[in-house]
Every structure is written in C-alpha cells, then in structure tokens.
C-alpha cells in the first residue's frame, strides 16, 4: 500500500523568455544528443545475451525512461507557459519579472528577482511568483512595507526599488 499525497498546487503558468529558452534548449538537448546517444547504448547492451543480468541494458532502459518522462513534461509544461517579455504598463508597482530591492529592520539590503516556478535560484535571488514573499511583494509600491510568513516567523521588510532589466533582457 502507498503513502497518498495531495497533488501539488498549479503553479502559476508565467515564464520569462529567457527561461522560456532555457527549458526549449533543455528538450532539445534531450531529444537530439542524450536520448539517441543512450538509445545506442541499450541496443548495444542488449546484443550481449541476457538482459536479466545485464547491468548496461538496465540502467540504460532506467535512464530512456528518466528522458522520456523529462521530455513529456517539458513539452507539456512549454505549452501551457505563458512568456512575459515586457514589463508592465505601471513599472512603479511589483509585478511578474520584477527584481525588487528590500530592506530588513536591521537595514541590511537584498535583491530579489520575481520568476516562474521553473526558472527559481536561490543563488542568484530568482525566486517563485508563487513563494509567500513573492505574493507579498505583488501590486507594492518603493517605500511600501511588506509582511510574510517565513520559516523563522513573520518578517517585515521594506521595498526600495523595483525595475524591470530582467524582463528587458539585460541580466
């Protein structure tokens, strides 16, 4: 018997176009270079007799089968995206493709990057449009103050300045 889980909520189907980029080149890569090189590799496996103990034709099979799975998500997901290229008709106000400016109680400073759910690093400040603070930030304004719930607890932070260069292109 398995575990049930709830399914996943939906994330919000928005993408910037360089992310939109990154999960076609993804696919493309899959299907034109990994999955055909693999494919050799399981034909290859399977000439050599038993394929119950034949640890090439397993493991290969396992990873056209990671591929295939890859791939039907990707095709999927790229089309039920929706691109944002453009910033938004208010540029003074947060939205999708923004990168905001806060700051803490402490006055320490940080630069957050609102993006789609497949394009999230932590590293670099791009975070989800469906994270607490993400939907926190929404429709705020410079000098607006903002309060979501964290791990650590409720935080307050203050926006200090919003642009679009990463809808522009210029990242």
Known sequence: MSRYRPPRPQSAPYITAAGAAALKSELDKLWRIERPKVTDAVREAAKNGDRSENGDYIYGKKR???IDSRVRYLTKRLESLKVISAPPAEPDKIFFGASVTLEDEEGSFQTLHIV????IDPKTGKISIDAPIARALLGKRIDDEIQYQAPAGPQVRYVTAINY???KGNN
């Open 165 to 167: 260069q990463l809808l």
């Open 64 to 66: 056209l089968r990671e």
């Open 116 to 119: 789609g759910a497949d394009e």
